[in-house]
């Protein structure tokens, strides 16, 4: 009788993949694609108020940094679909998930804060 352990084999490997997916998206942001990013964060007007290298910004207000956002993905997300104030919403008809995961990536291969530092003069308008 081999099929018994093979069958609890095959379960346990269903079980796997099944929590697989869903224990990702909890834990950790959808791997995005930086490149793609940076272009939408250009075209998607972001760099208006968030400054072009997400250092923050004054466009009618201040507007946070975003470079290395400390934010986990899912609050990020909700502030483009549901922004806590001034900031236009992005529905997911005109920015997909997937797209707000590549704008995710980009964040995080800014300079930051300490990158900021270098470039008093930007903070300064
Ligand atoms: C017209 C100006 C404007 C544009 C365009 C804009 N934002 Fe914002 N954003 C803001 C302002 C102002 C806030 C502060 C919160 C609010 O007003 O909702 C903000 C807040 C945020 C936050 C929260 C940051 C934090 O640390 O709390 C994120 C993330 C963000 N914006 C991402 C984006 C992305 C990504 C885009 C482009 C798809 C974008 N924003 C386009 C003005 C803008």
Redesign the pocket.
Known sequence: MHIVPQLAAAALLAALLALGPAAQSQDEAPRGDAGNGKQL?LA???F???GRIGQGGQ???P??V?AQ?E?PFDA?EQ??RE??????P?AAAV?SDRQAAD?YAYLQTLAGRSGVKALPAILSH
């Open positions: 964060y998607d007007g972001c208006a108020c968030h466009y009618y207000g507007t946070p975003l956002t934010l990020f502030q483009l922004p806590v104030d001034n900031m236009p992005f920015l704008i």
